[in-house]
T-cell receptor
Framework: AQSVTQLGSHVSVSEGALVLLRCNYS??????LFWYVQYPNQGLQLLLK??????LVKGINGFEAEFKKSETSFHLTKPSAHMSDAAEYFC??????????????FGKGTKLSVKP | DSGVTQTPKHLITATGQRVTLRCSPR?????VYWYQQSLDQGLQFLIQ???????AKGNILERFSAQQFPDLHSELNLSSLELGDSALYFC????????????FGPGTRLTVL
């Protein structure tokens, strides 16, 4: 079965510092990968998605992620953190076979704090 | 605003009761997904409907059921509620069946006392 592992349930950075949120997946076939963000008391918003085109994917709000097949990773980065980036971030993989194609399998989430 | 609406926003009920959560997908989306978010289990896929038909089932309990109506809105029915059913329930919608971007609603927070 496919799975997603997010390293670090909490990450704290200073405003202006690099943001790096880690995600590793397990999949026997090329996956579709997603990063979602959840602000307090809100639903999930798609940041970016990888669908087997370019390995470096640019998303909204200055975020990007790089698909590395050899490392089975899809880490999320942002060069300079802003206070408004404080939220919980979820990495997800889309089921890629059988009758469950398209359903999302989420990691446990990483809560990002940004210090002034 | 994702275009997906969910009602109610909050629901407080007692153990043993039955509740219905409602979701309206984005205009034009045919697929509806239900997810449960809890502290111990995280975000888990429950069930998917596509154009009125059940498409896939995840970790959905037998006490839970769902349906998608001809106007494409969906309802998630939770019965014989237990304390452990307290969670955020999200609905998401997408255009097609697979690999499409899913747009999430704001969620319904269910508290079972």
């Amino acid at each position: 079965a496919q799975s997603v592992t997010q390293l670090g349930s909490h990450v704290s950075v200073s405003e202006g510092a690099l943001v790096l949120l880690r995600c590793n997946y397990s999949s026997s076939v090329p996956p579709y990968l997603f990063w979602y963000v959840q602000y307090p008391n809100q639903g999930l918003q798609l940041l970016l998605k990888y669908t087997s085109a370019a390995t470096l994917v640019k998303g909204i709000n200055g975020f990007e992620a790089e698909f590395k097949k050899s490392e089975t990773s899809f880490h999320l980065t942002k060069p300079s953190a802003h206070m408004s980036d404080a939220a919980e971030y979820f990495c997800a993989v889309s089921e890629s076979y059988g009758g469950s194609q398209g359903n999302l399998i989420f990691g446990k989430g990483t809560k990002l704090s940004v210090k002034p | 605003d994702s275009g997906v609406t969910q009602t109610p926003k909050h629901l407080i009920t007692a153990t043993g009761q039955r509740v219905t959560l409602r979701c309206s997908p984005r205009s034009g989306d045919l697929s509806v997904y239900w997810y449960q978010q809890s502290l111990d289990q995280g975000l888990q896929f429950l069930i998917q409907y596509y154009n009125g038909e059940e498409r896939a089932k995840g970790n959905i309990l037998e006490r839970f059921s769902a349906q998608q109506f001809p106007d494409l809105h969906s309802e998630l029915n939770l019965s014989s509620l237990e304390l452990g059913d307290s969670a955020l329930y999200f609905c998401a919608s997408s255009v097609g069946v697979s690999y499409n971007e899913q747009f999430f609603g704001p969620g319904t927070r269910l508290t079972v006392l």
